[in-house]
């Protein structure tokens, strides 16, 4: 078939492909001339990205877009009933509205001295926003230990907290574990307990902020 060029400006009679190599270039595109239904699939690889494109801000939700975590090696005791304020503290300031936040906390020696009538330990997450005060944010304790005869224990803690927290953008949320004794207990209870144990023992929290 003929190539035809009508007074129109259109242009008939041309075969797919029949353009020369490298005749159309990117100025010769009209504006948005190429769409998304356009693009085969997996035809942009990692390498087409241009640095920072993926950012938290665009990830999809239940994505890890932050993670703070602290360490310590001090003790953390206390013979009062509580909730007590361990000391732990992990501070961030998040980068998405309404996100959720995962803290864990590991290496601890907890301590209870059965002997003395601490037949247990409770354990809370409390956070404050900016300067602010801290209060509990998962409503009542939530997880215990017990021990029942004996003198006393030193165990390894392994704490895990889902939560939320009410926030604007641009404040910082400071989390701490709050620890205290358990039920009927009394005497003096540990956190971290340097005088068995967890002597020299580094100790870990970390806050990972999850988009909703």
């Known amino acids: 078939m003929p190539v035809t060029i009508h007074g129109n400006g259109s242009i008939t009679g041309l075969s797919v492909g029949g353009l020369p ?13 190429v769409t998304t239904n356009k693009i085969a699939n997996s035809a942009v690889a990692s390498s087409k990205l241009a640095s920072d494109a993926i950012t938290a801000s665009t990830l999809p939700a239940g994505s890890i877009v932050q993670v703070q975590f602290t360490t310590s090696t001090s003790g953390s005791g206390s013979g009062s009933a509580g909730p007590n304020a361990s000391g732990l503290v992990t501070t ?9 936040f995962f803290v ?19 354990f809370w997450l409390y956070a404050k926003i900016d ?40 404040q910082s949320i400071s989390f701490q574990i709050y620890y205290g004794r358990g039920v009927n207990a009394s005497s003096s209870t540990y956190f971290h307990h340097t005088g ?17």
């Open 21 to 33: 190599d490298g005749s159309v270039d990117a100025d010769t595109l009209a504006s948005n001339a």
């Open 92 to 100: 961030l300031t998040p980068v998405r509205a309404g996100s959720k």
């Open 104 to 122: 864990t906390a590991s290496g601890m020696s907890m301590h209870n001295n059965a002997g003395a009538s601490n037949q247990g330990s409770r």
């Open 131 to 170: 300067s602010g005060s801290y209060s509990n944010v998962t409503d009542t304790w939530v997880q215990s230990c017990q021990r029942s005869g004996g003198s006393w224990t030193d165990f390894p803690g392994n704490l895990s907290f889902p939560c939320t927290v009410s926030y604007s953008l641009g």
């Open 196 to 212: 068995g144990n967890g002597n020299g023992t580094r100790y870990q929290q970390t806050v990972m902020e999850i988009a909703a």
